[in-house]
């Protein structure tokens, strides 16, 4: 099995990436689904201030690496060729991927900043916001935990600032390159 992983900076289009992915039936373990899961068992709502609380929790106690540790068994149940995982936010996730998957590719999909305030703005989840300065606070936070270290150490560099029709032709290309689309 090939373990690709992708990280950006918030709303960079991590998640269309692996919507794309999906859609040509590459399985997909999201990393803030552990954290949401975490949440959920601790009885937290899922906002943006609680999920990375308790985020920088789970990395104090147990490690810069401790949310993709708890990806590997999700990954490895995968009986595929090709498994993305989606939201990576440090470098020593891609450390501890790169260990345990022999042949880790890391692609960082780019987006620039007022594109992604933009996107946070229509999507609506619900830990999103609306400002400025909470991208900016976000993307301090997460850039804090090692991502811009992660992004650098990318093997490739897929820009994100077209239409969702150019980004699409994009990772089917790319997937397909990498074996995991028709």
């Avoid at 954290?35 to 990395?59: V, Y």
Wanted: proline content about 4%; charged content about 25%; hydrophobic content about 40%.
């Amino acid at each position: 099995m090939k373990v690709i992983g992708v990280v950006g900076l918030p709303a960079s289009g991590k998640g269309e990436f692996s919507k794309i992915a999906a859609s040509v039936h590459v399985p997909v373990v999201v990393m803030g689904d552990m954290i949401r899961r975490a949440a959920g068992e601790e009885g937290l709502e899922p906002t943006d201030a609680n999920l990375g609380s308790l985020a920088g929790k789970l990395r104090s106690e147990r490690g810069m690496d401790a949310i993709a540790f708890l990806c590997i068994p999700e990954i490895q149940r995968q009986a595929a060729p090709l498994v993305l995982v989606d939201g990576i936010r440090g470098d020593a996730e891609v450390m501890l991927f790169r260990r345990t998957f022999p042949g880790f590719y890391l692609i960082s999909i780019d987006s620039s900043f007022e594109t992604r305030l933009m996107r946070i703005k229509a999507r609506g989840r619900s830990d999103d916001f609306e400002s400025a300065e909470e991208l900016r606070t976000r993307d301090m936070r997460e850039l804090g935990w090692g991502l811009g270290k992660a992004i650098g150490d990318a093997d490739i560099h897929l820009s994100n600032e077209n239409t969702l029709e150019e980004f699409s032709r994009s990772v089917h290309s790319l997937l397909k390159h990498l074996g995991g689309s028709p």
